[in-house]
Structures are given as C-alpha cells and as structure tokens.
C-alpha cells in the first residue's frame, strides 16, 4: 500500500509564501519531485524561489520562468525549475530534456505541473495554492505527498517551522551579604594609682643655745 499523507496550510503574505519555499528546499534531497499548482498570481514562483533559497542557490542564479522552460541551478544539492505554462503536449516537453530530469541527482520542481499530469511519477510532492476570496494577500496551500519520501516532507512541511527556544534567563546574583561590623573594642578599665602618702617634711631641730 502506498503511503500518503496531506497538510492544509495558510500563508498571509508573499514573503510568508517564499519562506514556505525557504523551509521546503532545506528539506529537499536528490530524486524528490515537487509539483507546484495554482493559477496566475498564486505564489507558484515564491515557493521556488524560496526553495531555492533553502537549498542553497544564488538569488540571482534563480531566472525568470517565463525566460526558461527547464533550467538548473546549484546548491547545495541541484535543483531543477520547470514551467510548463508554455508546454502544449508531451511531445513538445520531451524535446526539452525533461524527462531526463525526473529522478535524478537534484530536485525536481515544476510549475504548472497539472497541464501534464501525466508528465510526473505518481510518488511526488503536490503544493497547490488558491488565493482567498476576501483576503488578496493570503494563499491557502495544500499539501500532498505520495509515497514514503514525500509523504514525509508533507507531514514535516504541514507542521510548520520549529518555535524557537527561548534563552534561560540569566540567575540574578545574589545580594552580597554586609559584612558584620567588628565588635568595638572595650575600654580599658583604668586603676586608680593609690596615691603615695607623702611624709611630712622632718622639722630640723635648731642648734642648742649655748
């Protein structure tokens, strides 16, 4: 039985969008296929640029895609960027060298991916993005994964990033405690000298009269 797993997510701004990206290229490893699906304006090309980001490529390596129907880039693993909007058939996708591509040594994402379904293995990753009617900003972003591999990135994708850890606070010091003042000394009890009686001074006798 083939493994499969779904998230349903919300992004509230483009830059919410490419940070989804951003968090789907750190994950990406050799052999992953990505479809990405949605209408013109749906964040599509965010995801990608952000996934590139997350796996390393040059922000200005990534091209525009409406220049580019294949294109590689390299990061930390390489990673592949289709866009079929201009693909009329198979026949035509085949002469650009994409099948070449599909399971491979880099990553595979491929923009407008539901033109030809049949262009993509069952076991892959399903980004599809709708815009919500009364908030222009917002994407809803559902997340599908089929088979072991990709139901895993679906799951971790659809978790959402890790909160970051709060530092401990630092322990306050400890007041330092006053240092008991020294007893005072006490006085010296002082005796009383015994007062020396003095002898009355001797009375000399007056010589006899004679």
Known sequence: MTTAATAKLATGSARATHALGVRLGRLLEPG?????????GAGKTQLVRGACAGAGVRPGDVSSPSFAIVATYAGRIPVHH?????????????????GDLVGGEGALLVEWADRIPTALPPEKLTLTLRHDARAPDVRHVVIEGVGDRHAELARKLGAGPKPRSK??????????????????????????????????PKSRSKPRSR
Do not use: C
């Open 32 to 40: 992953d296929v990505v479809a990405l699906v949605g209408d013109l």
């Open 167 to 200: 530092p401990k606070p630092k322990p306050k010091p400890k007041p330092r405690s006053k240092p008991k003042p020294k007893p005072k000394p006490k006085p010296r009890s002082r005796s009383k000298s015994k007062s020396k009686s003095k002898s009355p």
């Open 82 to 98: 289709a866009d079929l909007y201009r693909i009329g058939d198979e026949d035509e996708l085949y002469g650009t060298g994409f």
